[in-house]
């Protein structure tokens, strides 16, 4: 899934040291197949934040390079049709690319320290290994596809508080993804949702000035609690600590 496989994938390149790079679905239903779902705005949305949430450093897609064979549907599996006119598809993606650079910033050089899920039970569990290596390992004749390689350990970063925050409440699952560079702690909460919109109240230890960037628009609020009112489903906010508040 969305999830394990991402989880599996940061996992391992944090411990090897490397940096994280995420390919994105594109649309659907490629060459006309109408098997493969056609990605709404929510999804791609969803796919960005959990991305950034693992601590992405790239976000990769395939714009649309199709053989003649396979132009049908392009209009709903592409960025752009074989005449380079843009397709339903872009707008999307325009959209949930203008949040990541008005955060990029704050996430570039951070790393993952723990992830706060509110609502359902964590859902990041690695698989076990039996079922991994069933479906990436080899098929039933013995050969090779995917994956073959040894497994990380669960990679389960899950924390029920990091530093300031304390509680996560929402009216969807939501996550926060704790984040660490050399100047600060950044908070990236999503809505974990791709169908429904969530109000989302972040409590904290003390009470604090906070900026938080959503839809490319940075606020500052203050309080013991932040709250953010109908969170579209899959849509991001970026949260940093600009200071204690004075009594």
């Given at each position: 899934s ?25 649309g ?7 098997n493969?779902?056609?990605t709404?705005?929510?999804?791609v949305c ?6 950034l949430?693992y601590?992405?450093k ?14 049908g549907g ?5 960025l ?8 339903e ?5 325009q959209?949930?690319f ?9 996430l ?8 706060i ?10 698989p076990?290994e039996?079922?991994?290596?069933e479906v ?7 050969e ?7 497994l990380?350990?669960?990679g389960?970063v ?7 925050l ?11 993804s ?7 702690t950044?908070?990236?909460l ?20 906070y ?11 203050e309080?013991?609690?932040l709250?953010i ?19």
């Amino acid at each position: 899934s969305l999830w394990d496989m991402t989880q599996y994938v940061a996992y391992t390149c944090a411990q090897q040291g490397r940096d994280y790079w995420h390919v994105l679905q594109c649309g659907g239903r490629w060459c006309n197949d109408w098997n493969t779902r056609i990605t709404t705005a929510a999804d791609v949305c969803l796919q960005v934040s959990v991305a950034l949430g693992y601590g992405a450093k790239t976000l990769q897609l395939y714009p649309g390079c199709f053989p003649n064979c396979c132009i049908g549907g392009i209009e709903h599996s592409s960025l752009i049709d074989e005449w380079g006119n843009l397709t339903e598809q872009y707008p999307l993606f325009q959209y949930a690319f203008m949040q990541v650079k008005a955060i990029q910033k704050h996430l570039v050089h951070a790393k993952l320290k723990g992830m706060i899920v509110s609502n359902s039970p964590y859902f990041g569990l690695l698989p076990s290994e039996e079922k991994i290596k069933e479906v990436l390992g080899r098929d039933k004749n013995g050969e090779m596809e995917i994956f073959d390689g040894e497994l990380c350990p669960d990679g389960n970063v899950q924390v029920s508080e990091y530093k300031q925050l304390m509680k996560v409440e929402s009216t969807t699952q939501c996550i926060v993804s704790c984040f660490e560079d050399e100047e600060e702690t950044v908070y990236f909460l999503w809505n974990n949702s791709a169908y429904a919109a969530s109000d989302v109240t972040l409590t904290f230890d003390d009470e604090y000035i906070y900026e938080h960037t959503q839809r490319t628009v940075t606020d500052t609020s203050e309080g013991k609690t932040l709250t953010i009112y109908a969170l579209p489903a899959g849509e991001n906010v970026l949260i940093r600590i600009v200071d204690k508040k004075e009594n």
